[in-house]
């Protein structure tokens, strides 16, 4: 599938959209079922800059593709996704944060100032993108908030590490997992509460953060404020925002969010990280992210000069191990030419990348690229199919026109 679509508004919407501009309802359509052209309207949320309406209760905006531009998302344009319809204005004077569970020694209470300034503030540069991220893109088609490209953004995260404010409660011996809890709740006690619980390992990584800070500003509303999970490497789900409760537990955490949903087939994915206390027979929870890359400033239909230099620009990201390495094709996937990496980020972060090419003659190309990590694993050519549309790391392929 590819983003053949995406150009229906011509050149011009594509700089209207770079200018924050409204875009005419089909613009950024791109190869999703056509049952969701209609919805792909951009809107602003309150205090935010127009992104791209899956649905308006609960909240899902996705960000549209040629933000990726840059490295660092804005958080104007960050997406936003919440399960739950009833999301609280938080006051920074009144969030507190608690710390309990079976299994800590001392249960106590933060105030957000003792957050900011109680812990070693830590910072760095991590992808926070839904699992669901492309389930537009599914062929079959799978149910669930039909996600284009840009569930996602990446941005520079400032907290305290979860590590150390579990350490000041002092965590006894058989410690499972770390659940945790927003303030947000369900419009009907229909919905279960959104509470997702990590692994003891990757609850005490370095890495893992309560960020209280994006990219030099508090968080905005919709994307957590004023403190929420940053777990680098893995899918947001575990990335819980205003966040109010942790806890430390010595049984495995088996809500809805936990047992039903974000699970994934066993053994279908190459992925490393696993979640044992949660491993089922046949699924076990999303872990880290696939190893994917987008191409950010063309789209299928874009017309380029035959004789003149074209630059292919995008991002490539995994699940943490670093990229290795982006290759690009102009031929649909024949032959392969490595692109440039740029400004290293860190492990967790986009790395963006070109590729300068002048095509000589006029004709079609067909654009594919192809990112590799460390780790060796790279994107597939055909999806990995899963019930919950997750984990779609296909190579795009753009047909552009040389004229
Ligand atoms: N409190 C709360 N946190 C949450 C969610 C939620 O529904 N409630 N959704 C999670 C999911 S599934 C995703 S994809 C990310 C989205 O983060 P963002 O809205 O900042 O982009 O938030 C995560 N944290
Ligand atoms: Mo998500």
Redesign the pocket.
Known sequence: MDRRNFLQAGAGGFALAASGLFLPPRAYAAGLPAGTLDSAVLEALAGKQPLIKRSYRPPNFETPVELFDSTITPNER???????STIPQVAAADWRLKIGGDSVERPYELTLAQLQNDFEPVELVAV?Q??GNRRGLSDPHVPGVQWGYG?M?NARWRGARLKDILARAGIKAGALEVSYD?A?SGALDKTPD?VKSLPMWKALDDNTLIAYAMNGEPLPH???YPA?LVVPGWT??Y????VIAINVRSSPEKNFWMSAAYRIPKGKFPLIDRFLSQEGDANTPITEMVVNSLITNLKSGTKVRAGHALSVRGVAWDGGYGIRSVDVSLDGGNSWMAAELEADLGRYSFRAWHYAHTPPRRGKLALMARATNRQGSTQTRELIFNPAGYHNNVMERLEIDVV
């Not at 960050?78 to 739950?84: D, P, S």
């Not at 990335?239 to 205003?242: A, C, E, I, P, Y």
């Open positions: 960050f997406f936003v996704r919440w399960h739950l926070c839904c699992s569930a953004g927003g947000d959104f919709w994307n957590g929420r947001a789900t990335w819980l925002k205003q």
